[in-house]
């Protein structure tokens, strides 16, 4: 993983963190549980670094929504 990507992940973990008011590490095991760090957020790094933050949380946050509603 280059550098870019890393400070990216990193910026997205603290944002979502505030935005959902929990921990950075347990919003990195939901990601990652999910698949949206690696399926996502990681693979479409190019297109996603261009977003403004407060896309970006909305749009992971749906995405999060929609995985865990499939889950149950």
Do not use: C
Not at 27 to 44: A, C, H, M, N, P
């Amino acid at each position: 993983m280059s550098e870019n990507v890393l400070s990216f992940v990193v910026f997205l973990l603290y944002q979502l963190s505030e935005a959902w008011n929990m921990p950075v590490p347990q919003v990195y095991s939901r990601l990652k549980e999910l698949d949206i760090l690696d399926g996502y957020i990681i693979s479409f790094y190019d297109v996603l670094h261009t977003l403004g933050q407060e896309y970006l949380v909305d749009d992971i946050t749906e995405i999060v929504r929609e995985r865990e509603a499939k889950a149950q």
